[in-house]
């Protein structure tokens, strides 16, 4: 997994509450166990008319937020299934972090899986940020993880919570996996021990 440490970039408006992991990427996407390949998908309903032409007003498909990687979210982000593929898309899209008042928890704990930090802010600070991202190319924002703060484009800044074991593992890039493998010596001495009696 990609460590995150200190990430500058484009920060896009989303301004829609509910915003349900088949929106984040819908069913049709879904025949893959592959992380990559599904930035195109991400969104599809709303970023592509019917005939496959890219809808203009959808807020990826702007020139100023084409290349973002901040996601500003209205609350609830990410409810609905469980589907580990919504930060998969996300990721592949280029999207690193994600700004809410609230996410659903499994989502929230499968972005952190995958590299993403989702940073949970009270009204008036979202509210903040989404004046920051309608900026347009010049949207900015510093997301520092060690110090947990978000810089705006006029270097105001807010700060933020996050647990510690979480900010631990997006900042070493270690995944569920990752962690296990970092105690692989003393799996390895316990299960000697097993053997040792006869249990192995």
């Known amino acids: 997994m990609e460590k995150f440490t200190t990430l500058t970039g484009v920060a896009a408006p989303m301004r829609i509450t509910n915003v349900d992991t088949d929106r984040i990427i819908p069913k049709q996407y879904l025949k ?4 990559t390949g599904l ?10 008319n019917d ?18 990687k901040v996601l500003v979210a209205g ?3 990410g409810c609905g299934s469980s589907r580990e593929h919504a930060p998969w898309a996300l990721a592949d899209f280029g999207i690193r972090c994600i700004i809410s008042t609230s996410f659903a928890d499994i989502f929230f704990n499968n972005c952190a899986k995958n590299g993403i930090l989702a940073i949970i ?3 008036e600070d979202l509210e903040k940020l989404f004046d920051d991202a309608e900026r347009g190319s010049n949207a900015t924002l ?11 484009p006029d270097g105001g800044t807010l700060h933020f919570d996050i647990d510690a074991g979480r900010k631990e593992s997006l900042l070493n ?13 003393k799996i390895d001495a316990y299960e000697e021990k ?3 009696r006869g249990f192995a």
Request: aromatic share 8%; charged share 25%; glycine share 10%.
């Open 39 to 48: 930035g195109k998908g991400l969104f599809s309903e709303m970023r592509y």
């Open 32 to 35: 893959t166990i592959k992380r």
């Open 142 to 152: 510093t997301i520092d993880l060690e110090s947990q703060t978000i810089k705006g």
């Open 173 to 185: 890039g270690l995944d569920e996996i990752g962690l296990t493998l970092m105690r692989a010596p």
């Open 75 to 77: 609350d609830n982000f």
């Open 51 to 68: 005939d496959g032409s890219e809808n203009p007003d959808f807020v990826l498909n702007q020139p100023a937020y084409r290349n973002a």
């Open 121 to 123: 802010v009270p009204p």
């Open 194 to 196: 097993l053997a040792a």
